[in-house]
């Protein structure tokens, strides 16, 4: 018998590509068909056919609070009474701007923007255009959203320029991007002697969140801050999933990095489009309308999504939130480990705060290439046996998973039960 879902994407793949508005949702990594979703509240999702799920999704990250807050509702409702879009200044934008620049101290000045891919390629913008270098650094398995210098993978060696990861990227684009494995500090340095005083920014998620959760070795951190002090490089630290998500002040406020750059998105529009990028003065003052550098969007700093990322802020300021979100998800994490290796699993768990990735692998996970040792086949199993009984996990090994504030002590319970039928069905 088709349900709902099953119905619907047969209708969606003929009107959008693979059914989907981004591909992740496309199930292609886990199989079978994507879940169509209908409504959310707290930490559960219910699906067309009306089955819930305690959800670990979370729209990618911006939902913290979980679906539908309460209080985000209320301020919706009232803004959208007000209108929706001026495509004029607003007194909301400049409260945001505050709100950032009070979190993020090395952001001197930021711009709104629509999107975490948005904010990544403007940062990038004026990184090249202030240093008037063309090559930038990334690292393997880090994802800055799909601008053309971000879709490339590594070339044979770090003395080897970029190839495109994607048609459609013009390979002279792609030879300006260097790419060295994340955590890896020699290769660091051996791309700064190789391309010495030549690159204009590195870009970095500071925790990965898009191999699955990568934590950095702190001295591999420290390093990419000197060597891009010493080189003039601009340091930009993708934020878009770790601000206002590892810690309020994010991924540098915990490893204690001052970058020239930050990008941030997801949670600061409280589960509506927003993006922002910024960074020190002498460098954002370069962007339009004060410098010579180009960049514009017709619903930055829109009232509804800057009042929802507003209204999420100010409850992620209450005391002791960011301390029980960490204790609720080390509770699941530990809980899945250990019920796991009792029953003949051995899982790597990585997590900081309330993002975390289970990898189906014994070996530790520091990079993209121990990241890609682990059983896919396994989580796929994993996954659609939770999903089955009413747990949504990201539908790929390779992708973060987040708790919110909504999930409570007995969601944990039922997640854990969950798993312990999956890791049987793992050794039958
Ligand atoms: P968006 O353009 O999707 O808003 O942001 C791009 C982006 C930039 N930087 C980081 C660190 C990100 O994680 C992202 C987007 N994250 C993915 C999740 N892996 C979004 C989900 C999707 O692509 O559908």
Redesign the pocket.
């Known amino acids: 018998m088709t349900n709902k879902s099953q119905e619907l994407f047969e209708k969606a793949r003929r009107l959008m590509p693979g059914g989907v ?5 496309a199930f292609r990594a886990v199989g079978g068909h994507p879940i169509f979703m209908a409504s959310g509240k707290g930490a559960t999702i219910v699906d067309v056919d009306g089955k819930s799920y305690i959800d670990y999704v979370l729209s ?2 911006p939902l913290i609070l979980g679906h539908a807050h309460p209080e985000v509702v209320e301020t919706l409702v009232k803004v959208l009474e007000t209108g929706t879009s001026f495509g004029a200044c607003t007194p909301r934008e400049v409260e945001l701007a505050e709100r950032i620049t009070e979190a993020y101290p090395s952001i001197e000045r930021v711009r709104l923007v ?7 390629l403007s940062a990038l913008r004026v990184a090249r255009a202030a240093t008037g270098r063309d090559k930038i650094l990334k690292f393997e398995g ?5 601008g053309d210098s971000l879709l490339v993978k590594a070339g044979s060696g770090v003395a080897t320029l970029g190839l495109p990861d994607s048609p459609g990227v013009p390979r002279a684009l792609a030879e300006l991007t260097v790419t060295v494995p994340f955590n890896h500090t020699p290769a660091l340095e051996e791309a700064f002697r190789v391309h010495r005083n030549q690159l204009a920014a590195v870009i970095v ?1 500071p925790v ?3 191999m699955g959760v990568v934590v950095p070795h702190l001295d591999f951190l420290e390093k990419l801050r000197a060597l891009t002090l010493e080189q003039g490089t601009v340091l930009i630290f ?5 601000g206002f998500r590892v810690a309020y002040g994010g991924a540098q406020q915990l490893y204690k990095i001052d970058p020239d750059m930050t ?1 941030l ?2 949670i600061i529009g409280g589960g509506l ?1 927003v ?1 922002a990028y910024g960074g020190k003065a002498r460098l954002m003052d370069l962007v339009a309308p004060v410098g010579p550098v180009y960049q514009a969007g017709t619903l930055s700093g829109n009232p509804l999504a800057v009042a929802a990322g507003l209204k999420t802020l100010e409850i992620l300021r209450r005391p002791g939130l960011y301390e029980r979100l960490d204790l609720l998800t080390e509770k699941l994490v530990g809980g899945l480990v250990k019920e796991a290796a009792g029953l003949g699993t051995l899982l790597t768990a990585n997590r900081v705060g309330s993002m975390f990735t289970i990898f189906f692998t014994p070996q530790p996970v520091s990079d993209f290439a121990s990241a890609q040792k682990a059983d896919t086949a396994a989580y796929s199993l994993f996954f659609h046996t939770l999903l089955e009984a009413g747990v949504y996990f ?1 539908p790929s090994q390779f ?2 998973a987040f708790v919110s504030t909504s999930h409570s002590e007995g969601d944990m319970t039922a997640t854990l039960e969950a798993a312990s039928l999956a890791f049987a069905g793992l050794h039958p």
């Open positions: 508005n981004s591909p992740v949702r990618w990250g629509n999107s975490g891919t948005e904010a990544t880090c994802y800055h959203g799909h998620e990965a969140g898009n993708d934020e878009v999933m770790t990008t998105g997801k489009p993006g990201p992708e973060a």
